[in-house]
């Protein structure tokens, strides 16, 4: 193990296999010592699609439950400071009320005023299940949620050594990988242009279908206000630029989306889900489009904009959320 902490010391690159077992090591064995020298040579040398396929499959090989099969995931890196609502989250609950199985990776709020496990507990969601309890809800209501710190505590185990450093590493980009549901269609929204393509390669190389969105305001999400990069990673690879003029959405501020304060967050959320806020509709329109391309129920992201749109004025939000939650009818 040291030895290939020394490849990354070095810069050299590791391939799949080496970087699987690496990870697997530090997880079961290594010192916080170990971690916090690996997480500084990754840091120094950068990573390559091999390197981040391997130390990302080593964390969900950890995991207490097993993957789910024909699931999709809208999961972002979180990180990008705008306080937006946790359109994810919401896209995620129509793209289930469509017919779409969503098992959706996330965390508590961490560095936004409201995370996706927030949101979750509000609508008196249970966390804790087993695996057939999570496929019997999929099943049910085409939604489970898979809350990261209870399904795997491999992330935990270098919580010592994160604390020690003051960059994100490579486990804060590990996030929107490790979902143990393993989906095989991903949309990834990530705040740090960068690893735009290096997610779009672990995609390739896992073999899955996928975007990768950065918008050039920063959002790790489509931005409804400037335009995004997105990359489509579904029998090759396509790269083009998203406009939301070119969508015709509503003309907003950044103000009108972004919300430090959690309880109006939840607010403007569920009334955008429940489509009494044009604006917040069109926002978690515009990102359920991604899924709703990949699944084959539209043939591009104008068109998923638009069916997802019809959709939450149909009041199938809203019906999704019920059915979620039990027949709440609002965010505790």
Do not use: W
Request: with cysteine.
């Amino acid at each position: 193990m040291l030895y290939d902490i020394e490849i990354l010391i070095d810069g050299r690159d590791l391939n799949e296999q080496h970087a699987f077992d690496l990870m697997k090591t530090l997880i079961s064995s290594g010192t916080d010592l170990e971690k916090t020298v690996f997480l500084l040579a990754v840091h120094m040398k950068g990573m390559i699609g091999q390197e981040l396929t391997g130390y990302a499959n080593a964390v969900r090989s950890e995991a207490k439950i097993g993957a789910i099969p024909d699931t999709s995931d809208i999961v972002g890196t979180g990180g990008d400071g705008m306080n937006t609502i946790n359109v994810s989250t919401a896209a995620s609950i129509l793209c289930a009320g469509m017919g779409i199985r969503m098992a959706k990776h996330g965390n508590r709020a961490i560095t936004s005023p409201q995370g996706s496990a927030d949101i979750l507990a509000r609508m008196n969601y249970i966390f804790e299940k087993s695996q057939s309890e999570l496929e019997d809800h999929i099943n049910r209501t085409n939604f489970a949620f898979l809350l990261a710190p209870h399904y795997n505590e491999a992330f935990a185990k270098f919580f010592p050594a994160r604390k020690m450093l003051t960059f994100r590493t490579v486990m804060n980009y590990m996030g929107p990988i490790t979902n143990p549901a393993d989906p095989e269609k991903l949309v990834i929204g990530t705040s740090d242009p960068s690893t735009c393509d290096l997610y779009s390669d672990y995609i390739s190389i896992r073999k899955k279908k996928g975007f990768i969105v950065n918008a050039s305001d920063g959002m790790d999400e489509i931005s409804p206000i400037s335009t995004s990069r997105a990359i489509m990673v579904y029998g090759g690879r396509k790269e083009f630029t998203v406009d939301p003029k070119e969508f015709g959405l509503p003309s907003m501020q950044y103000s009108q989306i972004s919300f430090p304060d959690p309880e109006r967050n939840r607010h403007m959320l569920q009334e955008g889900l429940f489509g009494t806020d044009e604006r917040i509709a069109a926002f978690i329109a515009l990102n359920s489009s991604p899924i709703l391309v990949l699944n084959e129920a539209a043939s591009s992201l104008e068109e998923g904009y638009r069916l997802a749109l019809k959709e939450i004025k149909a009041g199938t939000g809203k019906k999704s959320f019920k059915h979620i939650s039990g027949g709440l009818d609002r965010l505790a």
